[in-house]
């Protein structure tokens, strides 16, 4: 059995020693068939570094790499290209005398593989000498290969100053490409976001963006399809259909994937269902948008954003919920066009994301960090038992103990959506499934929670005093005949009060 290339990015490593890899070279060869400058924004760690190196160990002909691959009878061997390779993906990068350091040490690199020299110590200068020295020493035209292009700015995406200077700094280096169009034949970049090209790649208006191209789907990730042939070794005996519930769903248009991280992790410490993606970064400018931005978190389940809103994002202009797909938090579940243009729905992609965004959230909104397991594990017995009597004291003892000051500079608790957001954050931190402001034909309601055969409908209000609004709405607007499938159906009213911060009126009904 092949091994597995747990945060191996070099292709020869992992041909040469046996491991396991999934054949993307049909994309790649569709893509390299003509010259062309080509930008991919993709999640960390899906695979965009060894998609790099895949192209560059074709470019440079090393042909017995690609035995048994696509491409290894199609691609003409004969013709070496010189490759110039840039990552900026290594370390924390804060200021621009250590961008130019980065810049002069990867460069100084790609002197080397090349056996060029540059005259300059400016990055700009070296890397234009590189590319026309280049294609002249080798007598062909130079591929470039830029990797994590946008690290040094998210790096600083909350010091906008400094995130500016980075832009500022790197938008220069990347117009030497477009002016030495004559000695470019393939130009590949990819990074985590999508920047404006106005503001970063103004130089480059023949950059053709491939992220949300249906071609070009499956570049990064695992298909379901790749987890049933060339995993099905590694994962015998496993629940396929729990497997792609936890972690499958992000979706570019063409087959939904895996981030390949999960799958490896999964597999490597047998089998056990955990959030291994998700503990890599650190989503805490996550944090800092929330409290600048004052989101309601349940349309962040159902939100519906122009490719405006996705395709406009840069420092002084950075949209939420961008950010949070272009980071992998929101995956794209369908693509709307009519007359005003093309609209994208987002969704959560999988159960790893919302379980560890919800906590997250949960952190956020009520400074729990102790308290917020035993709460979890209080709901979810309430919810098992259909105990909503005392589902109604868990919640009050929750919101009894948000401190007080936890908003002291904040408007969140005068608002309807706060309550909302923090109810529906810890049903779905718990692995419920979550329908916020779920349709039905006589309305919207709140929220819908789904725990095997039972589904629990929540309607909130506030008000200074009980009233039983929120019961009567649900009961009015037939919010639950959609679920008449269940075996059991719970409507709950929950109203809530400005002044007292917790619950002062809850009802609830069995249909």
């Given amino acids: 059995m092949k091994y597995l290339p747990i945060g191996i990015q070099t292709l020869s490593k992992i041909i040469e020693g046996n491991f396991v890899y999934v054949d993307k070279t049909e994309i790649a060869y569709n893509l390299i068939q003509k010259a062309g400058y080509y930008f991919l924004s993709r999640p960390r760690r899906f695979g965009k570094s060894l998609f790099l190196d895949t192209l560059k160990e074709i470019f440079e002909c090393n042909k017995e790499?690609?035995?048994?691959?696509?491409?290894?009878?199609?691609?003409?061997?004969?013709?070496?290209?010189?490759?110039?390779?840039?990552?900026?993906?290594?370390?924390?990068?804060?200021?621009?005398?250590?961008?130019?350091?980065?810049?002069?040490?990867?460069?100084?690199d790609a002197e080397k593989a090349l056996g060029i020299s540059c005259q300059s110590s400016d990055p700009e200068e070296c890397f234009k000498e590189l590319i026309q020295k280049a294609s002249e020493k080798y007598n062909q035209k130079v591929v470039i290969l830029i990797d994590e292009y946008d690290k040094p700015i998210l790096d600083n995406i909350t010091y906008k100053e400094v995130a500016r200077q980075m832009r500022d700094?790197?938008?220069?280096?990347?117009?030497?490409?477009?002016?030495?169009?004559?000695?470019?034949?393939?130009?590949?970049?990819?990074?985590?976001?999508?920047?404006?090209?106005?503001?970063?790649?103004?130089?480059?208006?023949?950059?053709?963006?491939?992220?949300?191209?249906?071609?070009?789907?499956?570049?990064?990730?695992?298909?379901?399809?790749?987890?049933?042939t060339v995993f099905k070794k590694h994962l015998r005996g496993v629940d396929m259909e729990k497997i792609k519930k936890?972690?499958?769903?992000y979706y570019y248009l063409g087959?939904?994937?895996?981030?390949?991280?999960?799958?490896?992790?999964?597999?490597?410490?047998?089998?056990?269902?955990?959030?291994?993606?998700?503990?890599?970064?650190?989503?805490?400018?996550?944090?800092?948008?929330?409290?600048?931005?004052?989101?309601?978190?349940?349309e962040l389940e159902n939100f519906v954003a122009s490719k405006e809103i996705l395709n406009t994002f840069d420092i002084e202009r950075i949209e939420l919920v961008a950010l949070l797909w272009q980071s992998g938090y929101l995956t794209i579940t369908e693509k709307i066009e009519d007359v005003f243009g093309i609209e994208y729905k987002l969704e959560i992609p999988n159960k790893e994301i919302s379980i560890s965004l919800n906590n997250l959230f949960i952190n956020y909104l009520t400074t729990q960090t102790t308290e917020k397991l035993k709460h979890q594990k209080s709901i979810l017995k309430m919810l098992r038992n259909a105990d909503l009597n005392g589902l109604k004291d868990v919640l009050f003892s929750l919101f009894a103990s948000i401190p007080y000051n936890n908003f002291t500079n904040s408007k969140l608790y005068e608002y309807e959506g706060y309550y909302g957001s923090v109810v529906y954050s810890y049903l779905a931190s718990i692995g419920l499934d979550i329908i916020p402001e779920d349709i039905t034909?006589?309305?919207?309601?709140?929220?819908?929670?789904?725990?095997?055969?039972?589904v629990f409908v929540f309607e909130f209000k506030l008000a200074e005093k009980a009233t039983g609004k929120a019961l009567k709405q649900i009961k009015e607007k037939k919010y639950w005949e959609k679920y008449q499938d269940f075996k059991n159906i719970y409507l709950i009213g929950i109203e809530f009060s400005r002044e007292k911060r917790n619950i002062i009126g809850y009802e609830w009904k069995k249909v």
């Fill in 65 to 108: 790499l690609f035995k048994g691959l696509y491409i290894y009878d199609k691609w003409d061997w004969k013709v070496k290209y010189p490759v110039l390779r840039i990552s900026m993906g290594s370390g924390v990068i804060k200021t621009i005398d250590k961008l130019n350091r980065r810049l002069n040490s990867t460069l100084k």
């Fill in 246 to 249: 936890w972690y499958n769903g």
């Fill in 169 to 228: 700094a790197m938008k220069d280096f990347y117009a030497v490409i477009k002016d030495n169009d004559a000695y470019i034949r393939f130009v590949f970049i990819t990074g985590v976001s999508k920047f404006s090209k106005m503001n970063l790649f103004s130089g480059l208006n023949n950059l053709n963006d491939i992220t949300l191209d249906e071609k070009y789907a499956t570049i990064c990730g695992y298909t379901h399809d790749d987890l049933l």
């Fill in 255 to 298: 087959d939904k994937v895996y981030n390949p991280f999960d799958i490896l992790l999964f597999i490597d410490k047998n089998f056990e269902y955990s959030n291994y993606w998700w503990e890599t970064g650190n989503p805490s400018f996550l944090i800092d948008m929330l409290k600048t931005q004052n989101y309601y978190i349940p």
């Fill in 441 to 454: 034909n006589l309305g919207r309601m709140d929220l819908s929670a789904k725990l095997e055969d039972n």
